[in-house]
């Protein structure tokens, strides 16, 4: 007997001024064993995401500007 995974998935990732904000993505696990009848599992996932950007100088431009 063969255990056999299949794994599908796609992908959207939204940008704004050329940097990632969010994104989906979207996967479709299926399990069959060969030979078995019926044995076939299917599984979805959907995952959202955010991504934030916050930027601090490094501490050496307050030394410098004062």
């Known amino acids: ?5 299949m794994i599908q998935g796609t992908g959207k990732l939204w940008l ?3 940097l990632p904000t969010k994104g989906e993505i979207e996967i479709t696990r299926t399990t069959s064993y060969e030979g078995l009848e019926e ?3 299917t599984s979805n996932a959907r995952i959202e995401f955010e991504i934030a950007y916050t ?3 490094p501490e050496w431009v307050a030394e410098v500007t004062g």
């Open 1 to 5: 007997m063969q255990k056999v995974i």
């Open 16 to 18: 704004q001024n050329n």
């Open 39 to 41: 044995s076939t599992t």
């Open 55 to 57: 930027y601090q100088p």
